[in-house]
């Protein structure tokens, strides 16, 4: 069994980065990110304090906008237009999940799409799908970065992705589809689930359980992703898979902390840069 170092290969990354940025500072453009938080979710305010972290270190413009719980809709909205008119920024990112009285849709719909670092936006989904990704949701974006780092063939191989949602299981399935891999998408309500799983070659797990996938979900030699960040009876923070039963007969497979979202901020950063740098073309 191999370990998938998310965070080694996040800290490699971001060091290129850096000098990427600087030659594109040379050009005259400098990437900016501004994020958006609305109300005190603890969780959302500890992703919100690594993003900036990390912008500031790649050396971009960075701001975040931190909103009362009690913001508008309508004021909100008002924002981000204002960010999207604003050729300073070129990632506009609004913190997920908003408060109830705010359409996640709407807000979501109203972010240009050229700008739409978190790739959420239908135009973005739709580009994906149809084979021309341009903004393309962080979290697979990092997965696939992290196969192929690590040398995982991904074409011709058996691949299921357990968790539908938007965020990560079906872009995370148009990826690998698009690496010539045989998906199959599951969920909470897949039958013989395990029976199922216990085909893959490749395993990418996210579907909010802790411990979820236990040892009989997994082929020998298969390559599991845990995408789950979830906190047990102790407050430790855990995957969706358990560690502990499964790494003895994956060949690779990746820790909750330390694996898969240290790359989803590189990722974030990689696209802020990927769109600054297109503005030199236009």
């Known amino acids: 069994m191999t370990l998938i170092d998310g ?12 000098i990427k940025v600087d030659d594109l500072k040379s050009a005259g453009v400098t990437p900016g990110l501004v994020v958006i938080l609305v109300g005190k979710n603890p969780a959302s305010q500890v992703y919100v304090k690594n993003k900036e972290r990390r912008a500031t270190a790649a050396g971009f413009n960075s701001e975040v906008i931190r909103l009362p719980e009690d913001t508008t809709e309508a004021a909100l909205l008002e924002l981000i237009a204002q960010f999207n008119q604003d050729a300073k920024w070129h990632g506009i990112l609004v913190q997920l999940p ?31 799908w149809s084979g ?45 589809l698009d690496q010539h891999a045989t998906v199959t998408i599951a969920h909470s309500r897949t039958k013989n689930l395990p029976t199922i799983a216990k085909q893959a070659d490749i395993l990418v797990v ?3 359980r802790g411990n979820f996938v236990s040892a009989d979900f ?5 390559v599991v992703v845990d995408v789950g960040m979830n906190r047990d009876a102790n407050g430790k923070l855990i995957g969706d898979v358990k560690f502990d039963e499964v790494a003895p007969i994956a060949s690779l497979i990746t820790p909750v902390p330390g694996g898969v979202g240290p790359m989803t901020i590189t990722m974030l950063m990689e696209q802020t840069y990927e769109a600054a740098k297109r503005t030199l073309d236009k």
């Open 206 to 208: 996210a579907i909010g």
């Open 7 to 18: 965070k080694a290969l996040a800290d490699k990354m971001a060091i290129e980065l850096k």
């Open 98 to 128: 908003l408060p109830a009285h705010i359409s996640e849709e709407k807000i979501l719909l109203a972010i240009d799409p050229d700008k739409d670092v978190d790739g959420f936006h239908p135009t973005n989904m739709g580009r994906l």
């Open 132 to 176: 021309n990704p341009v903004m393309i949701p962080s979290t697979p974006a990092g997965i696939m970065v992290m196969l192929e780092t690590y040398g995982v063939e991904v074409a011709g191989k058996n691949a299921l992705v357990i968790g539908r949602s938007n965020i990560v299981g079906k872009p995370m399935a148009q990826m690998l």
């Open 218 to 222: 997994v082929k020998s030699g298969a």
